[in-house]
């Protein structure tokens, strides 16, 4: 299997993730982090649930791989992402120093790896990525479209049941 089979095999995983946040009404995000061809962690978005802003899924990974290399240096390993990493994210990622990344989808309002900033690619910091983007990017994105146009529609229906009705 050459290195694009595996990106787009890992970022199958980290779709199932996110179809798990989705499923508990989270914002569809998932991440998993490989190492030497094995999955050691798995995550989605669970800000809604915890009411905690740092639960996004590429943290909750980044701390389960700690946990099972026993080490906050995440060297020799990748992390795959439906969405492009915020700057939270990003920053996590340098301090584990994780060497690679693989998104699926930009994030035009709040991805700091190609968007907004270069944040992983800024030699000023100690640590630099090696990043691959656009794996799955339009699966990726219309989980993302397709969980905020159902939001638009639910809200815009309980306004219509809310109003008096005009007869």
Not at 3 to 11: H, L, S, T, V
Not at 88 to 115: E, F, N, T
């Amino acid at each position: 299997m050459d290195g694009f089979e595996k990106d787009q095999k890992y970022m199958q995983l980290a779709i199932k993730e996110a179809k798990k946040a989705e499923a508990l009404g989270e914002v569809p995000i998932g991440a998993i982090i490989v190492h030497a061809d094995k999955v050691i962690a798995s995550a989605y978005n669970l800000r809604e649930t915890t009411q905690n802003a740092t639960t996004h899924a590429e943290l909750s990974a980044i701390q389960e791989a700690c946990r099972n290399l026993g080490s906050w240096r995440l060297e020799e390993t990748t992390l795959y992402v439906t969405l492009e990493p915020c700057p939270m994210c990003a920053g996590a990622i340098l301090q584990s120093r994780i060497p690679r990344v693989v998104y699926g989808a930009r994030d035009s309002k709040g991805g700091c790896v190609h968007s907004l900033y270069h944040l992983l690619n800024d030699s000023r910091f100690n640590h630099e990525c090696e990043v691959t983007e656009g794996i799955f990017a339009d699966e990726c994105g219309s989980l993302l479209t397709n969980f905020f146009k159902a939001i638009r529609k639910k809200k815009k229906d309980m306004k219509k049941e809310a109003s008096p009705e005009n007869d």
